[in-house]
């Protein structure tokens, strides 16, 4: 399995700005997808999910602000964000979600890093 996330880069905060994620070696169809990120010195959460069905969901910190989407046809997820603001600043990557521990399922890809700048 491989995931492969890209889009990430230098914004200043109140800008918008799209992540993809590709997923390879999976049924990706079958799998609740999410978006992870870790802040610089922090550990790796749980900031967007989406459902097989398209049910999502989202933490609260980026709640209203940021929008997880898929396109089964071309096995990628994507992430939305707008407003963004400095506290947003992390690597960000993508994964299946194990639903009752909101883990990760496979083998973490390299991320891709955003940083915000006020």
């Not at 990120?37 to 967007?48: I, M």
């Not at 390299?110 to 940083?115: F, N, V």
């Amino acid at each position: 399995v491989q995931l492969q996330a890209s889009g990430g880069g230098l914004v200043q905060s109140g800008r918008s700005l799209r992540l993809s994620c590709v997923a390879s070696g999976v049924i990706f169809s079958i799998n609740t997808m999410g978006w992870y990120r870790q802040p610089p010195g922090k550990q790796r959460e749980l900031v967007a999910s989406i459902t097989s069905g398209s049910s999502t969901n989202y933490a609260d910190s980026v709640k209203g602000r940021f929008t997880i989407s898929r396109d089964n046809a071309k096995n990628t997820v994507y992430l939305q964000m707008n407003s963004l603001k400095p506290e947003d600043t992390a690597v960000y990557y993508c994964n299946a979600v194990r639903l009752r521990s909101s883990a990760g399922i496979y083998s973490w890809g390299q991320g891709t890093k955003l940083t915000v700048s006020s």
